[in-house]
């Protein structure tokens, strides 16, 4: 079974950086589409960002783009989320997704908690 795991979120003030980390152990993602969600207490879980298996091509939500940056080292299995110029807004649970080719599968991690002070 494909386990997730991520790390890096915290408490950080309005204009802070964080980056995240999402490990992924018993699978090698070489394959895999990856992305971060997030979700804000009382709000509906939210794409943030995704990065095709091969690293060359990413998407991101209109809100994130040009403050956050998503990547991956498939030699390392993991899979990172660069957060720069945060925002109170950006506060939520940030989960990570790996999804093996043609979609057939979906894996999640549990999540790290960020908090944007303003």
């Known amino acids: 079974q494909v386990q997730l795991v991520e790390s890096g979120g915290g408490l950080v003030q309005a204009g802070g950086s964080l980056t995240l980390s999402c490990v992924v152990t018993r699978r090698t993602i070489s394959r895999y589409t990856t992305g971060w969600f997030r979700q804000a207490p009382g709000k509906e879980r939210e794409f943030v960002a995704g990065?095709?298996?091969?690293?060359?091509?990413?998407r991101y939500q209109d809100s994130v783009k040009g403050r956050f940056t998503i990547s991956r080292d498939n030699g390392k299995n993991t899979v990172y989320l660069l957060m720069n110029s945060l925002k109170s807004e950006d506060t939520g649970l940030y989960s990570c997704?790996?999804?093996?080719?043609?979609?057939?599968?979906?894996?999640w991690g549990p999540g790290t908690q960020v908090t944007v002070s303003s």
């Open positions: 997704n790996a999804v093996t080719p043609g979609g057939i599968r979906s894996y």
């Open positions: 990065i095709q298996w091969d690293g060359l091509s990413t």
